[in-house]
């Protein structure tokens, strides 16, 4: 029975991350094109 908490716990903490890492990708894409953008000049 303590295997089927170790296997829930790590799926949960990987949909954590995964969730954290797509959220951080959201905020982050638009400014890194901002400045692309600017430094091309456009």
Partial sequence: ME???YIIA?????VGTGLAGL???TVMVPI????L??????
């Fill in 3 to 5: 295997i089927f908490w």
């Fill in 10 to 14: 790590s799926i949960g903490a990987g």
């Fill in 23 to 25: 959220s951080a990708a």
């Fill in 32 to 35: 890194l094109i901002v400045l």
């Fill in 37 to 42: 953008l600017q430094k091309i000049g456009v």
